[in-house]
């Protein structure tokens, strides 16, 4: 089995703080882009969003390492509005430096070259569906995910 191996069922939590040694985080959601967090000594923490196939956005930022500044994971109000892209977030469930099975995650990150010699962006993922610590990054290839997504409806 290779160390990149993704069986098993995943964490339900991944809490970045309580981290002390480096990792890699493979975090899935109902689309085909998957992203990835990696924390080295060397680095600190950043992140990559591996784009997917379908008619995932992309963005001039993707399948390359950011410093991250700031992660914040929201859960969902799904009384009003079944479709979890449309829902608004829990004003009382919002929780930084946390990754969590159900919810929404903003990734906030740094490129360099920018005004005052860096600019800030940001990701918005779906809601995540799967968590797997890995013990290095998979090949280019096996990246993003290949099966098990659903396709964004027009206009979305």
Known sequence: MNDHS???AGL????????????ILRIESTSST?????A??????????????????????????????????????LSGEPDPMKATFKD????????????VHVYEYR??????????Y??????????VLLGEMPPEVERAKTEGYVERPEGV
């Open 6 to 8: 993704q069986s098993g």
């Open 12 to 23: 339900e939590r991944f809490d970045i703080n309580a981290q002390r040694d480096p990792f």
């Open 34 to 38: 998957v992203y990835y967090l990696r």
């Open 40 to 77: 080295t000594d060397e680095r600190g923490l950043e992140v990559m969003r591996a784009t997917g196939l379908g008619r995932s956005l992309t963005t001039e930022g993707d399948n390359s390492w950011h410093r991250v500044t700031k992660i914040t994971s929201y859960g969902l109000d």
């Open 92 to 103: 009382d469930d919002a929780e930084p430096w946390v990754i969590r099975v159900g919810a």
């Open 111 to 120: 490129v360099p070259g920018g005004f005052a010699d860096t600019t800030d």
């Open 122 to 131: 940001w990701w918005r993922q779906r809601p995540v569906t799967r968590l």
